[in-house]
Every structure is written in C-alpha cells, then in structure tokens.
C-alpha cells in the first residue's frame, strides 16, 4: 500500500497536531473542518505555528514554506476522496465517530485505509459501520502530538496485515513509536495510567495530601515529567470523565470508577487548561 497523501478530520489539538506531524513529515495533507470559517481560523493557527518553531530556530524559512503548501483543509467531505489514509480526530462521541466513518466510508476511494484516534471506543464498532473492515484500524497519537514519540496502533480481529503494516510504515516516517495492540478500552497507556490517575483523586478527596503535594511528589519522586492534576488539565476533565466511564463499561474494575469529584468538575465546567479552570487555575 503507497502512502502519499494523508487525511485528518477534526480541528481541535490533536486533529491540528496530527496534521503537523504528517506535513512536517513530507506528506501532502488534507484536513476536514465542519466549516469554510472554521477551516480559514485553522490554516491561520498552523502558519502560526510554524512561524513559532522559525522564531525558537526549530525550523528553517524554506522548511516552513514547503510545510505549509503541503497543507490543505476544506469544509467538504470530497477532499479527502483520494487520500491514501485518513485519520478521524474528533471529540470522544462515539455517535459522531460513527458518522464520521460512514461518511468517509462513502467518500473515500477504496483502498483508503481509516484510522480513529481515540482510545475509548472500540475500533471493532467504527470498523462495522464502513463496507471495509479489513482497512479500518486505532491510531493513538498522544498529546502534543508534534512532541509525543508513542502512537498505539489498535488491531481488530478481521483487519488486514497489509492494513497494520502501512499503518505503522506512515508512523515509522513520522518518526513515531507505533506499538501494535489488542482493540481493547483503554489500550495500554490508558488502561495502566487511569487507575493511578483515579487513586490519586481519591487521595485527595480523602485528605492524604494536597493535589500540589501529590504533583511534587510524583514529579521528584518518580521522575514524571508532571503531575496526576497538572495532567488531568492537560488532558480535559470532561475528556478523563469519558475515559473512566468506558474502561469501566468493558472492564468492571472498581480501579475504573470515575471519582465523583471529576464528575462534579465536568458538570460545573471546570475541565482544565482549555476552560481557564480546572485542579489549577490557568487564566
């Protein structure tokens, strides 16, 4: 399978991540924006973007140029009919996540393999949506994308080897750290990290130690490059919130209880660092 031209949808943090890691990479990249408004608003923050990494002397005038032609975002689905994979980054609804690939499903041409970055839902339902099962896989880049080395590459039971291996081959010339895993809830990072993120609320809620505490100590102690609180407003309260309730909805596991603080926090609109407010406040 040739790779040549890669498709993202969705404009938030990691859709506009992933589009850096593949332009930056020497792909051309189509990028899907609900809106003609929206897709103006995203082309103007990646050219910013790259003028930072010109300023910090991370990037080169004539890099940034060639990185920047290589991008394209349009409201219209039809733009990503002849991308040769494309990567679904919308918000964790698994609805919408349906939708998506039943769109792409229709649009794309019919070696296009489809990718879903999430790590709550299950790659097996959005695969069933789509007449192409055997081309749909998991594609986790984590946050920042552009940063993050690891990508986990979820496998179904009925996805194609040739699948998997372009899959990887794309990430490898990114530059990533693709590892292969089960299509589970949770995969492997979320699966371990969010019961450690669920015992430290509750050693908050019952007065072990404060959250500042807790950061140090997991920062000096364990060489954590941040803390659980610092890194549940880098992630998003309503997003942990998500992400506790599916690992429980498969697993079962106590450990995977959302803590009723979290909840209370996502009601009241205190979700982190993209609020203004959540453990700490950023405004």
Request: proline letters at 3%; a negative charge; one cysteine or more.
């Amino acid at each position: 399978m040739q790779t040549n031209r890669i498709g993202v949808v969705g404009t938030g943090a990691m859709g506009s991540g992933i589009a850096m890691v593949a332009a930056t990479a020497g792909y051309e990249v189509v990028v899907r924006s609900r809106r003609d408004a929206t897709a103006g608003v995203f082309v103007a923050g990646f050219a910013k973007q790259l003028d930072r990494l010109v300023e910090k002397g991370n990037l080169g005038l004539d890099d940034r140029d060639q990185i920047a032609a290589r991008l394209l975002c349009s409201s219209t689905w039809d733009a990503l009919a002849h991308c040769d994979l494309v990567v679904e980054a919308v918000v964790e609804d698994l609805e919408l996540k349906k939708a998506v690939f039943t769109e792409l499903d229709r649009v794309c041409q019919q070696g296009t393999i489809l990718a879903s970055n999430t790590s709550t839902f299950s790659i097996t339902e959005l695969a069933m949506v789509t007449g192409r099962p055997q081309l749909v896989c998991g594609m986790h880049f984590f946050n920042p994308a552009p940063v993050m080395k690891l990508v986990e590459v979820a496998k179904t039971l009925f996805v194609a080897e040739a699948t998997m291996d372009a899959a990887t081959t794309f990430l490898d010339t990114c530059g990533k750290s693709p590892v292969v895993v089960k299509d589970t809830t949770g995969f492997i990072v979320n699966h371990l990290l969010f019961g450690y993120l669920g015992h430290a609320v509750r050693m908050l809620e019952s007065s072990t130690a404060s959250m500042e505490d807790i950061d140090v100590a997991m920062r000096k102690g364990c060489n954590f490059p941040m803390g659980p609180f610092e890194l549940y407003d880098l992630i998003g309260i309503d997003v942990c919130v998500a992400v506790f309730d599916a690992l429980y909805a498969e697993w079962r596991e106590p450990q995977f209880v959302c803590p009723p603080t979290l909840r209370r926090m996502a009601t009241a609109g205190f979700i982190g660092r993209k609020s203004g407010k959540g453990f700490y406040d950023h405004r």
